[in-house]
């Protein structure tokens, strides 16, 4: 595994050592490589939820269609 330093923020040394205290992490640079992949997560359910709605959508349009169709006979 390459080795990397990094410059980070008061609050996010805070969430990386909140992790080794809570036994989530032995290390802060587990807690970092925790905490990396949690946003990875993250972005993963964002996209997810963003095809969901796309096709909430276009099932909703889809019923519409149907609807005025029904309507119509």
Known sequence: MPKV???L??????DA????EDGE??????????????????EDLRTDLQHER?????LQRQLAVL?????NV
């Open 5 to 7: 330093s990094l410059v």
């Open 9 to 14: 923020d008061d609050e996010d040394v805070e």
């Open 54 to 58: 796309a096709r909430a959508d276009d």
């Open 25 to 42: 992490a032995a290390s802060r640079s587990e807690a970092v490589r925790i905490l990396i992949d949690r946003g990875r997560e993250v």
């Open 17 to 20: 050592d909140a992790l080794v």
């Open 67 to 71: 609807n005025e169709r029904e309507d």
